[in-house]
């Protein structure tokens, strides 16, 4: 048997154990393949945009992993026979185009379905790439074109006004005559996807400002660049969103709402030709070292001279700025200003300029997600790895990523997100998304919830992982332990006298 069947043989085994294995099977009824874990959000947006119930979509899951490589093997076995593959409407079985009727019983003994079409997968690339080598000559209503597997044809997509003048640059190449190609009516001409970034220019109206950090559906910026209702203008004059929360004077804060053409990025412009991840927002000391982004002056950096300064502007006085010797200039407005990776606030305002120097007002952040109920845009820290339960095999987990103060921590199926990558600092802390692993109002009881919390110092912030595999905080001299020994996840954490029992041994992944 040569090896590409014997691979074949293989699969075919396994898909045949997933179509034939029931959900809702007993006890007493083996299953033929196990479901893999899938990570959560995985399951939780399929239940939402296709309607699937959890153990339906990864169920779905497992299926198509099996076809994916069947897919594979089968191309190989026909070769120039094979005419595409592709899932049912339910996602329950693989379908095999061929052109070949004779190879109809080997897909069904692979577990696929066979299907007769009259061109092979090679014959309508061949069909594309004389498009992709004529693409000048297509107008811009003639929006895409691919190979559609399902229905044996190329598709081109074109404006459902101006569908002529997609037939006319077919014409034009001579490969419509054959059915080969379908043109079916398109709405909406694509647009390229933008990164939202922090330092980067904008315009709200006619001014010119600076992005402050992405958060949800948008950025944070200086509320003196405009007010709610404002349009505004990325730095590539690309239309961008809506100012939607706006306060000055008192504060200087705003937030625009952006379009669906901009991706929300944890990243500031560094003027380097990179960018700084943003890893949380995490309060930096008076004395501290400071970096700024706008584009005007680019980056800049300082330190924080102080805090809650009261501001006395010509439009009014703003309170509860914080004050740098770090530069800037106009056009700087509603810029990011970093210590590390940890978000601090947006440019305010200030005096002077990075010529002769100066001093520099910004709008601390905290306070401007509070008032809009906003999320930073954050990415897990560099070195971040996972902390893994040696009795389940389960992973610690900020649930949902929700990164807000006091929100307990859990067990889950490791799934490698932002929310399980934990990184043990110098300083003693443990972190993940921005945040401290905490225990609960500094407890040094028994059963104290573990839960995160904003970095400040504190005791009961710190975390030792020992050779034993202990994760003990030293100011209780207890260690953080499964609570009630429970193997699902969702389990809570808390703290208990350290026992050796195995709900309470940890490694790093």
Not at 64 to 90: C, I, K, P, Q, Y
Not at 271 to 289: K, L, Q, T
Not at 337 to 365: I, K, M, R, Y
Request: hydrophobic share 35%; glycine share 12%.
């Amino acid at each position: 048997m040569n090896r590409s069947l014997s691979r074949l043989t293989t699969l075919t085994a396994l898909f045949a154990g997933l179509t034939t294995f029931s959900v809702t099977a007993t006890a007493a009824e083996p299953e033929a393949v196990p479901l893999p874990d899938a990570a959560p959000e995985v399951l939780s947006a399929m239940q939402r945009d296709l309607r699937l119930p959890p153990e339906q979509a990864q169920r779905r899951l497992a299926t198509e992993a099996v076809a994916a490589r069947l897919e594979h093997s089968l191309r190989e076995e026909l070769g120039d026979t094979f005419g595409g593959a592709w899932m049912n409407e339910d996602g329950s079985k693989l379908i095999v185009g061929i052109t070949d009727a004779s190879r109809a019983d080997a897909i069904r003994r692979a577990g696929a379905e066979p299907r007769l079409v009259a061109r092979s997968e090679k014959q309508l690339e061949k069909v594309k790439a004389q498009l992709d080598r004529n693409a000048l000559r297509a107008g811009r209503s003639v929006h895409s074109w691919y190979v559609d597997v399902t229905t044996n044809t190329v598709v081109v997509t074109a404006q459902d006004s101006a569908l002529w003048s997609a037939r006319s640059f077919l014409a034009g190449l001579g490969v419509a005559a054959d059915g080969a190609i379908r043109v079916v009516p398109s709405k909406e001409e694509p647009r390229t996807m933008y990164d939202l970034r922090g330092g980067d220019a904008y315009y709200p109206g006619n001014a010119r400002c600076s992005i402050g950090f992405s958060v949800n559906g948008g950025f944070v910026t200086a509320g003196h660049c405009g007010g709610v209702g404002t349009t505004t203008s990325g730095s590539n004059w690309a239309a961008q969103g809506t100012v939607r929360g706006s306060s000055f004077p008192g504060n200087d804060y705003g937030w625009v709402q952006v379009n669906g053409s901009w991706l929300s990025q944890p990243w500031v412009n560094n003027y380097a030709g990179g960018v700084a991840h943003v890893a949380g927002s995490n309060e930096a000391a008076v004395g501290a070292s400071i970096c700024r982004s706008g584009s005007t002056t680019g980056w800049r950096c300082g330190t924080i001279q102080a805090k809650n300064v009261t501001v006395n502007y010509a439009q009014g006085a703003v309170y509860g700025m914080t004050q740098s010797n770090a530069c800037c200039e106009g056009g700087d407005s509603g810029g990011s200003w970093l210590s590390g990776d940890q978000a601090q606030g947006v440019t305010s305002g200030g005096s002077g300029n990075c010529t002769t120097g100066g001093t520099t007002f910004f709008q601390p952040l905290r306070p401007i997600l509070s008032a809009y109920g906003l999320t930073l845009t954050t990415t897990a820290p560099a070195g971040g790895r996972a902390i893994v339960s040696r009795w389940n095999g389960k992973c610690i987990d900020i649930p949902n990523s929700n990164n807000a103060d006091g929100t307990p921590l859990q067990m889950w199926d490791c799934n490698g997100t932002g929310a399980q990558s934990w990184t043990f600092y110098s300083d003693g802390t443990v972190r993940a998304l921005g945040k401290c692993m905490d225990v609960a109002w500094g407890s040094t009881a028994n059963g104290a919830t573990i839960q995160l919390v904003a970095c400040n110092g504190n005791p009961a912030q710190k975390f030792v992982l020992s050779a034993a595999g202990d994760l003990v905080n030293p100011q209780a001299n207890k260690c953080v332990d499964i609570k009630d020994w429970n193997g699902a996840s969702g389990a809570r954490l808390q703290t208990w006298e350290c026992g050796g029992t195995a709900n309470q041994k940890w490694f790093l992944r």
